[in-house]
Nanobody, 123 residues
Framework: QVQLVESGGGLVQAGGSLRLSCAASGRTFSRLVMAWFRQAPGKEREFVGY????????RYADSMKGRFTISRDNAKNTVYLRMNSLKPEDTAVYYC????????????????WGQGTQVTVSS
């Protein structure tokens, strides 16, 4: 398993932006598909988006398309989640997750998880 550490969460007003980071341990980052999930209070954890190993391809949940952008820097072992036009319903704990090589939108397919970072969007 890979160790993942998220950072960058916080409190932001509706319409604002945040950038989350997720740093991974080890030497295999470039082989990892990286994904973000989130869990709002009282709700199931849901898929936000993923980025392929090379960073060339991304996929997002419909409600995040056009507002969220995932990128990665393989030299820094870090994946980012840029969130724009934030809404109160984006309030959640955001988790990054990793699995080797093949993409998935299912959290059960991901082997490694970070501890999560809280994002709170005020109205």
């Amino acid at each position: 398993q890979v160790q993942l550490v998220e950072s960058g969460g916080g409190l932001v007003q509706a319409g604002g932006s945040l950038r989350l980071s997720c740093a991974a341990s080890g030497r295999t980052f470039s082989r990892l598909v990286m994904a973000w999930f989130r869990q709002a209070p009282g709700k199931e954890r849901e898929f936000v988006g993923y980025i392929t190993t090379s960073g060339r391809d991304t996929r997002y949940a419909d409600s995040m398309k056009g507002r969220f952008t995932i990128s990665r820097d393989n030299a820094k072992n870090t994946v980012y989640l840029r969130m724009n036009s934030l809404k109160p319903e984006d309030t959640a704990v955001y988790y990054c997750a990793a699995r080797y090589f093949t993409v998935s939108v299912n959290q059960a397919d991901f082997d490694s998880w970070g501890q999560g970072t809280q994002v709170t969007v005020s109205s």
